[in-house]
């Protein structure tokens, strides 16, 4: 059976200039796309809490994200990329304690999984592909996205798929190296759009997420940081 995909990244906020600095690399303009994301969750924020993030995309069906081993801290994030539905619905039924409902549906489990929006918004995306000088042919490229949502905020995204978690850290030196050429800090971290959407919009929802954060990051001895 084919892995799921690890995803890589780290965000950035968008510096003027950014697109001109992306040319200069070697950078070349995908796609300028548009397109509608929502995202699910019970009344209690049940799957943000344990860091699983539903979300149903237009045009493109529905994905779950979830952790990838060790967790996320610090300025990257990793996360395990689930789209059949049949597996999305699985991982549903086991986060939220729920036996198998006997559908591989997601939009039919909604309602008895208590799973309801939360945040709803467009995003006008262009995407950059770019490898890294030195890099082999045979070594796919990095993506570069830069997102402007309905409500106002932009963040850029560097980004690596891997199908290993062996391959996880050779992503991360990548990315590094990239977000450097981008004048990018290793030690930047910028939230992402639904915790920004969060943050405005649904407030009580944001801090109630916030302290799930921190009291994990006190365990940790580290920093509170929501990214998604």
Known sequence: MTHPWIEVEQKFVPRPGIEDRLKELGGTQESQVSFRDS???????????????????????WELKCPGAGGNTGSHTKYIELTAEAAI?????????????????????LGRLKLQEVASFVTERSVWKLALSGAGD???????????????????EV????????????????????????????????????????????PQDYQRLLEVATGKNDEQQGSATIEN
Do not use: N
Not at 39 to 61: A, C, F, I, N, V
Not at 138 to 156: K, N, R, S
């Open 39 to 61: 995202y699910y969750d019970t009344p209690e924020l049940t799957l943000m809490k344990t860091d699983h993030w539903l979300r149903h995309r237009e045009g493109s069906g």
């Open 89 to 109: 619905a699985a991982r549903l039924c086991e986060r939220l304690g729920t036996a198998g409902l006997g559908t591989e549906s997601v939009s039919e489990m």
């Open 138 to 156: 045979e070594e796919e490229p990095l993506t570069v996205d830069l997102d402007t949502a309905d409500f106002g905020y932009a963040v850029g």
């Open 159 to 202: 980004e690596a798929l891997v199908r290993e978690e062996a391959e996880v850290p050779k992503a991360l030196e990548k990315i590094h190296s990239l977000s450097s050429l981008l004048g990018v800090s290793q030690q930047e971290q910028t939230p992402g759009k639904l915790i920004v959407y969060l943050k405005r919009f649904r």
